[in-house]
Every structure is written in structure tokens, then in C-alpha cells.
């Protein structure tokens, strides 16, 4: 039981910090594409 609750621990640690990746992903493509396209 400890090492599930270890394990969920873990797993939920690496989904929020992918989650986290995503958005600043998201957020930079976001820029750059308002930048492209203020420029065109």
C-alpha cells in the first residue's frame, strides 16, 4: 500500500509538471504566432 500511494505520488508529480510544459508550450507558440502575424 505504501509504495502505491508512493507511485501515485509520483505519477501525479510528472502529470502536473507535463501539464505545466504544455501551457508554457502553448503560451510561447501563442507569442510567436502574434508576433508572425503582426509582421505579415
Do not use: F, G
Request: aromatic share 4%.
Amino acid at each position: 500500500v505504501c509504495q502505491d500511494a508512493r507511485m501515485k505520488l509520483a505519477l501525479d508529480v510528472v502529470h502536473s509538471s507535463y501539464n505545466q510544459l504544455m501551457d508554457e508550450v502553448e503560451e510561447k507558440a501563442h507569442h510567436h504566432w502574434k508576433k508572425t502575424t503582426k509582421i505579415a
